[in-house]
């Protein structure tokens, strides 16, 4: 699989030279703890007791809860979930660390959200090294140094993003098999997206095709009239029910909700899946560090990483896709074609406010 | 004007009127602190260009930034919305509830309870129920117009016709709960002198029955219109893929829609919501305290329904096409919403019921429930004794002008910003307490902005029932002895209790409704409805909101029925006695 991260990497020699880099920064680091240490953590999470996280996706990654309710069991210790929608998340974790006044022990983001909370906020502190925190991809582990997150992001998986169609509205011979194929004027007024010109879904969509193929596609697609929302769940929901003949992206996570309906089907391209990283952060000041680590730790495990892969997501472990089910392999293995670029999130989305008026 | 009074309070004795000031203006300070604290916060975030807690400098950038043609065309639009919601749902609220009151048409009572539905149903469902019946496409009416005449239907939810349609019903449904309990306790001796008088009904009505109810309806009428003024959730989901922008949607997408939210542009929106509206109140106020208009006076009054004859069945008819077509078509999709497999796919084998068990066995959902039950309960209950104490001192008591004006103004404040963005302006007042108040974080942050969020709608309903209650009953009362509160709990609380009732039931929908403030300021392990709302309908779980919507629409539409009937019976035992 080919995997290329970003518009600024171009040759072999800069990867090379990246990879190395973070196996010697991650070396000095020490991805892993000592077990001595890592015990201690343990420990000192049990008599903690409680931990809170902050879950900033709004509930839609049914991982979360999941983990959530498998560490209690496991551990014993009160997992208590708030669900809410990323900018609450993050201006409330803002708004605590200002006030003194610590809540959250840890939150889920994105690599855009931790890269604003860590740079322009400064209210997360790093998570430190965890036992299994080798076993998370090589590339992800790149990227993240790229962009100067790795400390203070655990990512847990990947959310590849596709194309949702009507079967009743698409047939087969006019299934789209490139993105490219979205600009064919019949599908003008029959396309329903992820809002662009918010973070989120669409914009990761638009970031990375943006860098891919151009102002021109977004221009070409904005005069395709899509119907725009940030209602992503309810938008998969419509093109069941006929509203729209397809949606993108469609982020794969959301599959698992529809999958059983006879009338859908998700495409993924032929360039490969715009993707995002997910994961979690801890802010400045906690009340629970140890159990949040823990938690961090417990993210990476065998029974939550195979539950991401059950849940469409591609995990971060690597080999943990290989106990899915064939049709979640297949579209998990789909090439991961590019994603946003954090520092640049303010720039391209007053772009994409520009084409998309 | 035929037959209407004005009462205006007699002056007290020194100590008394002393008392009575003290306790007002202990309550003007109380509001200040619940209202006036947040508020300032928003001012604050307006004239800072950071955000509470950060580095900034005194800045008009926000005012400056709104200060263009794009922001001023959106408040001007937002103003026209408002006016048209609330302007028809109060032709239709008053024409209804002029029916359900003061006629005899058959299920009087049960059509109020009906009228009231789309109150209960959260806003989300009802602008996604409208989506599937009236999308341009794909929507059910039009497919039946298709089916019936051919061609493409005529309806489109998501446009500026949808967008008026969907506040028309709450507004409808708002005012049409506010005026049918004063408009059923209307005295129709009133009608009858005008009618003695040589005038027909219909000018019976303009003259008489409107100015006696002016308190009711303009509170009615200036609550909707705010509410219409920052409508959200509608504008959002059908508004704005057509385009139309609202006030609450542009302060949304400033604050959840940017890379990093713009506080000084959303607060100063907020600080000229609060602005623009205020003015009004003052208006409403000073028209109000020119006299207070009276039905239930001391000399006997007599409610009896209008005797519609032949016209009866056709009103029946009338109702019930309402209630179908208003209420019945959004009720309708929930109600079946939380039995099909899947929302909107019909077909024999689409029903089930494990959307219910799945529910009911949701230990995040029973939770939410159970928090939202006792929040609702004690919520709704604190902010209906204290809308209570608010319409009494700022409508019958007499204390200083403007303690009662003070009192007034204060408590339509929550109510003049939009959602949105009070919703930061909490968690940023309770976090920035001194640090011996633990109040952030905990279930108590909830509590104390709930009451603060109802405050409005409960002291707005009080007001109106309390101006209708003439003085000169508690009057007579303490003439025959009876002391303060006895007069007010055997006198006026009898008179009030039902308009009180409703004041409480639509607190604690606005409580179970309430998103904003909840996801601010929900505590850990103490989630509440509409965040569970939010969760279920983030994973596009539709058919579980219908689900959590139809468990707490039943027994509020129970509640809501029984408040009618308690009434109804009362008016007739005191006619009859």
Known sequence: MHVRFGGGLRSVGTVFLLVLSVCLVGGLAGWSAPAGDWAAVGEAARREGQLVLYDGHGGAIPTIQFAAERFQRRYGIRVEVSVMRASEAVERVRIEQRAGRPVADLVTVGSTTAWQMKNLDRTLQPIGSLPS???????????????????????????????????????????????????????????????????????VFFAATYKQLGRRYHEALAAQRPFLTRAIAEAANRVARGEFAMMYPF????????????????????????????????????????????????????EVQRQLARDYLLPAVAGATLQAPPEVRNLLRTRLWDTTDPPRADELLKTAAEIYR | MVGTQVWRPAAPGVRTSLRRQGAAT??????????????????????????????????????????????????????????????????????????????????????????????????????????????????????????????????????VGGVVWYLVQYSTAFQLSVLTGPLRAFDATLED???????????????????????????????????????????????????IRMLATQIYEVIHQRHRPDYPLATAMGVVALLLTAPLVWLQWQMQRRGVFVSITGRGYAPKPVRLRRWRWVVFGGCLLYALLVVGLPVGQLVLGSFLRFFGLYGANAWTLQH????????????????????????????????????????????????????????????????????????????FLPRS???????????????????????????????????????????????????????????????????????????????????????????????????????????????????????????????????????????AG
């Open chain 1, 133 to 203: 925190g080798r076993k998370v991809s090589a590339q992800i582990r790149l990227q993240m140094e790229t962009w100067g997150i790795a400390d203070v992001m655990l990512t847990e998986a990947v959310q590849l993003y596709g194309i949702l169609i009507n079967t009743q509205l698409v047939p087969p011979q006019e299934e789209p098999r490139s993105w490219m194929d979205l600009l064919d004027s019949r599908w003008r007024g029959k396309l329903i997206t992820d809002d662009p010109r918010a973070p989120g879904g669409g914009f």
């Open chain 1, 251 to 302: 982020a794969l996570g959301l599959y698992p909700r529809v999958r059983e309906l006879p009338n859908v089907k998700v495409l993924m391209p032929r360039e490969g899946a715009p993707y995002v990283f997910q994961g979690v952060s801890m802010p400045q000041t906690v009340r629970h560090p140890n159990a949040a680590r823990l938690f961090a730790e417990f993210l990476l495990s065998e």
């Open chain 2, 26 to 159: 202990l309550l003007l300070l109380g509001l200040g602190l619940l209202v006036v604290y947040p508020t300032a916060f928003l001012l604050y975030g307006s004239l800072y260009s950071a955000p509470p807690g950060d580095p900034g400098s005194l800045t008009a950038q926000g005012y400056r930034a709104l200060w263009s043609g794009e922001n001023l065309q959106i408040l001007l639009e937002t103003f026209g919305f408002a006016l048209a919601g609330s302007g028809a749902g109060l032709a239709l609220g008053l024409a209804l509830g002029w029916v359900v009151a003061r006629t005899d048409v058959p299920g009087a009572t049960l059509w109020e309870a009906v009228f009231t539905l789309p109150l209960f149903i959260p806003p989300v469902l009802m602008a996604a129920a409208w989506g599937m019946l009236a999308a341009p496409r794909a929507g059910l009416l039009n497919a039946a117009f298709r089916a019936l005449f051919g061609g493409e239907g005529p309806f489109n939810v998501y446009s």
């Open chain 2, 193 to 243: 002198a005008g009618r003695v008088c040589g005038a027909s009904r219909w000018r019976t009505f303009w003259l008489v029955v409107l100015p006696v109810m002016y308190p009711v309806i303009s509170n009615a009428f200036l609550y909707s219109f705010v509410r219409g003024f920052e409508s959200f959730e509608g504008p959002l989901l059908l508004g704005l893929p057509a385009g």
């Open chain 2, 356 to 431: 219910y068990q799945r529910v009911l066995r949701d230990p995040f959902v029973l939770g939410a429930l159970r928090n939202t039950l006792l929040l609702g309960v004690v919520g709704a209950t604190l902010a209906m004794l204290l809308g209570a104490a608010v319409a009494y001192v700022s409508v019958r008591s007499r204390a200083a002008g403007w303690v009662r004006a003070g009192v007034n103004l204060l408590s339509w404040i929550p109510l003049l910003m939009p959602g949105v963005v009070l919703g930061v302006a909490f968690l940023w007042a309770y976090a």
């Open chain 2, 437 to 575: 108040i633990s109040l952030y974080g905990t279930v108590w942050a909830l509590l104390f902005a709930y009451v603060t969020l109802c405050l409005p709608v409960a002291s707005r309903v009080n007001a109106g029932a309390f101006a209708q209650v003439s003085g000169e009953l508690e009057e007579c009362a303490r003439v025959c002895g009876a002391d303060g509160w006895r007069t007010f709990w055997s006198v006026v609380a009898r008179l009030v209790w039902p308009s009180v009732a409703v004041s409480w039931i639509l607190s604690f929908v606005l409580i179970v409704r309430e998103v904003s403030a909840s996801i601010m300021l929900a505590a850990p392990g103490a989630q509440v409805l509409s965040v569970s709302i939010v969760y279920l309908w983030g994973q596009g779980r539709l058919e579980e909101v219908c689900v959590v919507a139809v468990l707490v629409l039943v027994p509020i539409f129970l509640g809501r029925y029984l408040v009618g009937r308690l009434q109804r019976a009362e008016l007739r035992r005191g006619s």
